[in-house]
């Protein structure tokens, strides 16, 4: 290759890729091998200098009981969200890719609530379970509505659940719509011919077909789940008594408002693994079971 | 059969209908209560407002600074979205039609990045920003998204780029176009379909994100909407009537411009989940 070639195509590449990967590294890479480098500090925000602590900080996140419990609650709630989102979004699809009127309607009144973020959506919600619910239990002498489920431990881990159910299952439900127009009618016509009902379709065709889409909407509910922390703000604030504090609050209180940015990032570190693995064993472990139509 | 197929149907539709409900009605009964005084609010917030009284908007807006708020996310919202999807259809074009190994390891650290969640990089990210004075100014919020929404972008041009074929840049190369006119005359309006996705994958991220701007802008008057709603939750927390208006006011733009473009937001998370 000629230099002026060479040259030619170095300008090309600069002015084509340089101000997106100059941001995205000053953005992404730099902060996250930084944060690598101040898990080993006892930097505290403040001061100008700090030391090097060695494993010091990895240490006491393995002592660190209150971050295991809210990592445990957080498991707890991608495990329990991962799966009614999923379960809901595909039964919506299914419904409305059958015969139906007014499904666009349908549709988008699922979809509303993902144009709203989680802040007034926590707000919104959390009015309903101070005050209609109670209201309701008190007036229709309905007992499980009767005290507010904000004010109790179990009940307020549940909102979580419930909002973010209501909040991601219409995204979802788009995916899988998407999905279930791309089944091919012949597949599913022959089968009736051949005498499966409409569950046997269910399990043997549609199913296998719908791996790929299953894969995204996992993974996209897997990741949401494990960073959500504005709509846990919003709604119980991590109360009652800390009690649904999930783990990106956490460590948003420990290294903000205790000052421990050392720890705190070495938190973020080990939630950034745990989030890796599992998104890595979830992908893995779904490609194996996917199917051509 | 056909009694059975009928009944059926009659079945679906009404799941729907209960479904459709519990979507809709919590919108409902926020606009419902927007409308009454605290004490109406407490006695029963499930009656109808006695009177249509439009006092709690005004203060709420007045309250929440909102027209400053909403113009800030507007801004931050424009301009972060253009950027990313110009920068990152640039991006893409480079990686696919310059194979080197660098770009191929680049395109390769860009979509491993995006499985970082954000929680792993905000307190780096405050501390470096910070310590240069980058801070508390939308112009480093846009930046910042810039960096943070590459990644995905540049990932979904990319698979379409691929199906470009070169013959078509080479005709517009003989006529002596450089490529930068090569790429924005004759590229990125092939993109087209695609760009709508990621316009609306974006606009739906940015406009509503609270934690990466709680970080960056800390004085008042840079507050987006998200950040204005939550300070002013905190400020006038048993005000229902006022905070019913606050939520009312906030959502009412969004569902105004989903009435006109639900077709295409759905279509574009649609197509956004095949890549």
Redesign the interface.
């Known amino acids: 290759m000629s230099s002026q070639k060479f040259f030619d ?1 170095l300008k ?2 600069l ?3 340089g ?3 100059f ?10 091998l ?2 690598i480098y ?1 898990t080993f500090t006892n ?1 505290d ?1 403040v001061s100008t200098s700090h030391s090097f602590v060695g494993m010091k900080n990895y240490l006491a996140v393995l002592d660190d009981a209150a971050f295991w419990t809210s990592m445990y609650k957080t498991m707890k709630y991608v495990l329990l969200t991962v799966i009614l989102i999923n379960v809901v979004g595909f039964f ?1 699809a299914y ?2 890719t ?4 007014a499904k ?1 309607l ?15 959506l926590g ?3 959390q ?2 379970f101070s ?2 619910l109670v ?2 239990g008190e007036h229709f002498k309905i007992g499980i509505f009767s005290s507010s489920w904000l004010a109790d431990p179990d009940k307020a881990f549940w909102t979580l659940v419930i909002v973010t159910t ?1 909040q991601y299952s ?2 979802m439900m ?2 899988y ?2 999905g279930l127009m791309n089944i091919p009618k012949e597949l599913l016509e022959a089968a009736s011919i051949d005498g499966a009902n409409a569950f046997v379709r269910l399990r043997k065709i549609i199913l296998p077909l719908m791996v790929p ?1 299953f894969i ?2 996992v993974f996209l509910s897997l ?1 949401r789940g ?2 959500v ?2 709509l846990n ?2 709604l119980t604030n991590g109360g009652p008594y800390k009690s649904t504090q999930l ?2 609050m956490y ?2 209180q420990k ?2 408002l205790s000052q421990k ?1 050392g720890a ?2 070495a938190e ?2 080990v ?2 693994l745990i ?2 693995i599992v ?2 064993i979830q992908v893995y472990m779904s490609k194996k079971r996917e199917v051509e139509a | 059969m056909n009694v059975s197929k009928a009944l059926m149907k009659m079945v679906r539709y009404i799941v729907l209908v209960i479904f459709f409900c519990l979507y809709i009605l919590p919108f409902i009964l926020v606009l419902l209560n927007s409308l009454k005084e605290r004490t109406e609010i407490i006695s029963n917030p499930l009656s109808m407002p006695k009177s249509f009284n439009l006092a709690n908007y005004f203060s709420a807006m007045e309250k929440m600074n909102f027209a400053h708020s909403f113009m800030n996310s507007l801004i931050i919202t424009v301009f972060s979205v253009a950027l990313i999807t110009i920068f990152s259809a640039m991006t893409a074009y480079v990686f696919v039609r310059i194979q080197s190994k660098l770009n191929k390891f680049l395109f390769f650290l860009m979509v491993a990045s995006m499985i970082i969640p954000f929680q792993a990089i905000m307190i780096p990210l405050v501390q470096i920003y910070g310590s240069i004075g980058f801070l508390n100014s939308k112009w480093a919020l846009i930046y910042m998204y810039i960096g943070f929404g590459a990644s995905l972008a540049v990932f979904i041009y990319h698979g379409l780029i691929k199906s470009i074929p070169l013959e078509l840049e080479e005709a517009a190369m003989i006529d002596g176009a450089s490529r930068l006119q090569i790429f924005f005359q004759v590229v990125f309006p092939l993109l087209k379909p695609t760009t709508m996705t990621i316009v609306i994958l974006n606009v739906l991220w940015i406009w509503n994100d609270f934690l990466l701007p709680s970080l960056v802008l800390i004085k008042p008057e840079e507050r987006t909407l998200p950040l204005s709603t939550f300070y002013f939750f905190g400020t006038y927390s048993v005000d229902y009537g006022l905070l019913m208006a606050g939520l009312v006011v906030t959502i009412i733009p969004v569902i105004i411009v989903y009435l006109f473009t639900q077709r295409y937001i759905i279509q574009g998370v649609m197509n956004g989940s095949n890549k």
């Open positions: 195509r090309v590449q002015l084509f890729s101000p997106t990967l941001a995205f590294f000053t953005v992404v890479i730099l902060p996250f930084y944060g101040l930097w925000g919506l419904m409305l059958t015969e139906i009127r666009n349908f549709r988008a009144g699922f979809f509303t609530p993902n144009l709203i973020g989680g802040i007034i707000f919104l919600w009015f309903i005050n209609v209201y309701i209501w219409g995204y788009v995916i719509i998407a889409s995204v909407c990741q494990f960073m922390y504005d703000i919003a783990v990106s460590v948003y290294a903000f940015y705190g990032q973020a570190f939630l950034f989030v890796a998104t890595l």
